[in-house]
């Protein structure tokens, strides 16, 4: 069992009380980022509905694990906000390298396969009934199953030219619809729409409902949420992932058996990368990921330093061709590189107590910004203009404080 997740003890812990029957009907796996919870999730959505026996191995032939292989089971759900497009070119570059070479091809197709889908399950129109986007939604999932149907296993595969198009294509539509349409939080209306889904009586198999960021919900769904957890459905099993254990709800989290994700070491994740991608890569898995960025992370960081060096120094940025220059911030991980660049500059400040209050005051409006289009829909534009007035007014009742901090590092 398991055999994907690389590197996490709590293998062991999943594999013993499945084996036992102990495991309980909603869990929450809680740990760092980038440390295999979603694999662990639909790896064991998988494990829980194999037909043979033993059951559990990756390996396995029968009719469900092959669906779940290729992640086109319906009777499992995942919902959430995700990142998707990075994994999504890392993997098209992994399989059509394995492609070319002839080595690792059906690995890497399943890779590829799959990294495509993690996007698009977010999508089933079960979760987006009567919502006025499904029939653009629909567009792009068509198209993109349409696509997949090309490459997916056991069909055999087109030539390297035209496989690349393919690729191409589907890396394109899947850019499209995660740009379009990938929310920041989890609604409402998704919790009540899985949840009639969840009360629907299976003739086979087990429900299996994934729900990542679960922090990520917004009142109104937490609270629903929590009315299934009390009363579960029957043969329903919820599996909830967080990388911010604090700040899911302690009403659910009483409800749920926490299972711990740890960080990775770097010689781990190169490891790891190596054995899934097939290829070299120093530091961390996120950061392998973020090489795939149509703007590579230093230079992120060069707009952040120019950004704050204007702003600390009385020079008001010119943030519309910021936004431009960084793509409009599409995909939403480049404004979280941004912020979190803004964030490590201003703790320069930290050598005094004016300093201190400033960097307080800093932290807040960074959070503000990132909450601010992320939670209420503003424009990437208009919080940063908003980001731009607050830190200025920061450094200005604070005596210039931000300024002496940055003139010195």
Known sequence: ???????????????????????????LFSGPDATGKLTAALETSRILSCKNNPRGKWSCSCSSCMQHKALVNSNTILLGPRDCCLEISASKKAFLTAFYTGEHVE????????SVRKLTMRFNPILWQDSKKLSKISSYTSTLDELLEEIDPPRELPQYEELSKICDKIEKEALGLEEEFMYDSISISHIRNLSSWAR???SEGKKVIIIEKAERMLE?????????????????MFILTTSKRNSVMPTILSRVRTYNFT?????QSKEIIDRVYHD???????????TFLAIPPQKIKE????????IVNGIIPDVASLVKECNKFDPRILLQLFLENIYQIQKSALTSSKGVEASSQCTKAVRDCWNNVTVYNMSVEASLEQLVKEIALINRLNENVLKQAYDKL
Do not use: C, W
């Not at 070299?280 to 973020?290: A, K, M, R, V």
């Open 303 to 310: 707009y952040t330093h120019n950004f704050y060096k204007e």
């Open 200 to 202: 629907i009586s299976l």
């Open 1 to 27: 069992m398991y055999d994907n997740l690389l590197y996490q003890s709590v293998d062991s812990l999943l594999t013993a009380d499945i084996k036992n029957d102990n495991l309980p009907g909603s869990v």
């Open 280 to 290: 070299e890569s120093e530091g961390t898995i996120q950061q392998y990921l973020q």
């Open 107 to 114: 690995a890497t197709r399943y890779l590829f396969v799959r």
């Open 220 to 236: 109104g769904a937490r609270n629903a949420l929590l009315k299934i957890l009390e009363e579960p459905p029957e043969n329903t």
């Open 263 to 267: 960080a990775r070491t770097d010689v």
